[in-house]
């Protein structure tokens, strides 16, 4: 099976090097050959680690994708243009594809799976979510024909690691992330990892997969880690806790109405829960079934080997797929109606700092009540004439919990509103 290779960064010499030098391997285990015939680059000149490029390399990406000697296509350039209109382009041609691209599959999903399905080939990819993690052959596979009720997921290696160190040496935000950009775990620009939309993308591609719908990366709430300090990390661990950058997926029903809920937002997550072991740059992802009960997947979640690692599994089985002259069956998405963050019911870490004078408790515990927002405990912590105070609620609607934040901000007494944290599992009172 020959291939077409759209992008050669990290990722496509990882995945070059790899089947130029286990082809014969691969061929044994699988029963295909793969061959990287062709490799389209915008630059020609730029030096590349793999070795043997000579007469691959082409920068006519189109004239690859419309190539009759080509049979499958991996496209590994990322964004949207000029990505979807050559998977469109390859789609049409006759052409399978695999593709790591989650911005794109997280926004045009929908309409790159449905051009798939009326061409009969194959659209894959693994890669787009958690890197050698096999999540979406698990979910559209192995889980096939498993009810999932909820999907939880540490799905951005960088954020894990900016929190791990920040739990593991008690430092700062600025200190961990100015760390994680030195290891070349975070870019010189982290926005797309701290501000959560890295994982917001592949959040929408979990919650299409898991629940068989159609979610896009604008139905995920998200909410990134860049308000959470310290403090927030010190209490947790206190109260038996951890602090991650959870992705959420969940499907809830009132009646006979089926409905979802997808987010991305920090979360103190109980220590007895298995993803609170999850550390530095790995991913995980558990999965709450109807019959299998609960499972979870971990790994390294991105990175050039494992990345080509899952696309080379999609290879094989889009390879596979057409030399039966079959394809791997992709259900049509159904249209599920997607909840709003406001009808989430949580227990909330809220924490604020106040003048530390009479009365002030009162007011706040005030506004808590009037918006209906019960309190389960409470910590303070004197700073100088300040005072920090923590709170954990009972179990209580994002609405009112946000209306109860904005009345907090009204008060002349409060002088700031730490970071927003959802709690999940049980503490250890």
């Known amino acids: 099976m020959r291939i077409g290779l759209l992008g050669c960064g990290n990722v496509g010499d990882a995945l070059v090097s790899l089947i130029d030098e286990e082809a014969d391997a691969i061929a044994e285990r699988s029963g295909v050959r793969l061959l990287i015939s062709r490799i389209a680059v915008r630059d020609l000149t730029k030096p590349r680690r793999s070795q043997n490029l000579a007469g691959r390399l082409t920068d006519d990406a189109r004239g690859l994708v419309e190539d009759p000697d080509i049979d499958l296509v991996v496209e590994l350039i990322g964004g949207i243009e000029p990505a979807k209109g050559l998977i469109e382009s390859a789609l049409r041609a006759g052409k399978s594809v695999v593709s790591a691209n989650k911005e794109l599959l997280s926004t045009d999903g929908a309409t790159l799976h449905d051009l798939a399905a009326s061409v009969e080939r194959d659209l894959l990819y693994e890669a787009a979510v958690g890197g050698a993690i096999p999540l979406v052959r698990a979910l559209s596979v192995s889980l096939a024909g498993e009810r999932v009720h909820r999907v939880l997921g540490i799905v951005n290696g960088t954020t894990n690691y900016i929190l791990t160190q920040m739990s593991q040496l008690h430092g700062s935000y600025a200190t961990a992330l100015e760390e994680a950009i030195v290891k070349g775990y975070a870019e010189a620009d982290p926005t797309a990892d701290v501000e959560g939309y890295d994982a917001a993308a592949k959040t929408a591609i979990i919650a299409s997969l898991a629940f068989n719908a159609d979610v896009t990366r604008d139905d995920v709430f998200r909410c990134g880690i860049t308000e959470i300090d310290s403090a927030d990390i010190e209490f947790a661990e206190r109260r038996g806790f951890v602090v991650k950058l959870l992705s959420v997926a969940e499907r809830n029903y009132e009646g006979n109405e089926e409905s979802i809920l ?102 706040v515990a005030d506004v808590f009540g009037r918006h209906g927002v019960s309190i389960r405990s409470m910590e303070q912590v004197g700073l100088a004439n300040e005072a920090r105070i923590v709170f954990i609620t009972h179990l209580a609607r994002e609405s009112d919990v946000q209306a109860t934040l904005a009345g907090l901000r009204e008060l002349e007494a409060v002088k700031r509103i730490g970071g927003l944290l959802r709690v999940l599992g049980e503490d250890d009172e």
């Open 262 to 363: 997808v987010r991305v937002h920090p979360a103190m997550l109980h220590r007895s829960h298995p993803l609170a072991t999850v550390n530095g740059t790995f991913n995980a992802i558990f999965v709450e079934g109807e019959h299998a009960g609960e499972l979870m997947l971990y790994g390294r979640g991105a990175g050039g080997a494992p990345t080509a690692s899952a696309v080379l599994g999609d290879l094989i089985d889009a390879a596979r797929g057409l030399a039966r002259t079959g394809t791997f069956e992709q259900p049509a998405r159904r249209h599920v109606r997607l909840e709003p963050i406001d009808r989430l019911q949580s227990r909330y870490c809220i924490t604020i700092e106040v003048a530390d004078r009479t009365g002030v408790m009162a007011s």
